[in-house]
């Protein structure tokens, strides 16, 4: 059993490095805008971030670094329900660490203003990078979050996964930004979400609750339909590193 202050510290930095890897890839990189391969770039940061972090601190937290990941192995009954609260107060905590340190290492960019540069925060309608409305992005989050989590909850129960569980999880990750980055930026995690909203204000705030809401719909319709089809609970099995290990 490792300790709940030792698993949300973990939670907290490893949320931290998704965002500040993920985000970074676009808000640091100036040539980006000019490259046909900015998806691909920003997908690949994200997806290898995640499975450095899941192969770093899984074993202590699990490697969720998502709310939408925490409250679907919840619903799953994968996951404790007493820490469900604090684990998402550590996601959210580190990204918006996350984006802060992001943000001062971008303002030592001549020229550059934090509001007009959109500092890939999410976003639908005039703020998709290829102006989508918000169906679609509503439509894909739903869709890409259930897949994600799906991903995620049948991770946890393949034991003969155990080694190659934080890359393909990663690798999953990778192709969810694929898809989503034209549409929305790229979301399906309400903390990193969150975190870029804050520093962006305005309309990323006014269109953030859709990226809580998406998301947290999709991983609670991955997390009711995984445990109607497996059929048995154990809030023990958390990990998505090793495809076990107890963290309640």
């Known amino acids: 059993m490792v300790a709940l202050g030792k698993r949300l510290w973990s939670e907290g ?37 995640l499975a450095t972090g899941g192969y770093a601190f899984g074993k202590i937290s699990g490697a969720h670094f998502n709310p939408a990941v925490t409250i679907g192995l919840t619903v799953a009954q994968r996951f404790p329900v007493r820490d469900l609260l604090p684990y998402i107060a550590a996601q959210i905590g580190g990204a918006i660490v ?4 992001l943000a001062y290492v971008a303002s030592g960019r001549p020229g550059f203003e934090l509001a007009a ?21 509503l439509v894909v989050e739903v869709v890409l ?26 690798a999953c990750l990778m ?12 979301a399906v995690n309400p903390a990193r979400s969150t975190a870029q909203a804050v520093f962006v ?15 947290l719909a999709g991983a609670i319709a991955a997390g009711v339909l995984f445990s109607f089809l497996d059929g048995r609970a154990d809030s023990s099995a958390v990990s998505l590193a090793d495809g076990q290990g107890d963290v309640s």
């Open 117 to 137: 540069s959109e500092f890939a925060a999410n976003g639908f309608g005039a703020h998709s990078p290829a102006d989508y409305p918000l169906h679609s992005a």
């Open 175 to 186: 192709l969810v930004y694929l898809v989503s980055i034209p549409v929305t930026n790229g």
């Open 13 to 49: 930095v490893g949320t931290a490095w998704l965002v500040f890897v993920g985000c970074g890839s676009t808000v640091l990189d100036t040539t980006r805008i000019l490259q046909a391969s900015g998806a691909l770039q920003m997908s690949l940061a994200f997806g290898l971030a």
């Open 145 to 170: 979050s259930f897949v994600f989590v799906g991903t995620c909850l049948l991770v946890v129960v393949r034991k003969e996964l155990a080694r190659v569980a934080p890359f393909i999880t990663g």
């Open 98 to 101: 996350a984006a802060a340190l």
């Open 201 to 215: 204000g305005n309309w990323a705030l006014d269109q953030l609750w859709l990226f809580w809401a998406a998301p």
